[in-house]
């Protein structure tokens, strides 16, 4: 899964989230310190839902931030869903039923 500025601009103004560490580079990195944009929670979230398929409960936890530069993948073992980043380190953990 690729992540770019439009997408993650765009997931913003559609969730109404106004934190400028998903669409400001500039904030995100010189005032945040971050490495790039954030991906958000719950736009991961909602990738591992489409994952889950037929769902009737989702639990879901960030575990560490994705950068909107990084490549993700969605990884799937039965109920237990989750994010990992392009060096193995683990964004997100869910479980559906």
């Not at 989230?17 to 929670?41: F, K, S």
Request: proline fraction near 4%; hydrophobic fraction near 40%.
């Amino acid at each position: 899964m690729d992540f770019d500025a439009t997408l993650l601009f765009r997931y913003s103004a559609l969730t109404f989230n106004g934190h400028r560490i998903h669409y400001d580079q500039p904030y995100a990195r010189e005032i945040e310190g971050y490495d790039g944009l954030v991906v958000h929670g719950p736009l991961l979230a909602q990738l591992l839902m489409l994952e889950a398929g037929d769902i009737t409960r989702f639990s879901y936890r960030a575990t560490a931030p994705l950068m909107h530069h990084e490549r993700a993948e969605i990884c799937r073992k039965g109920a237990d869903l989750w994010v990992r980043g392009p060096d193995g380190r683990q964004c997100m953990v869910a479980t559906s039923g």
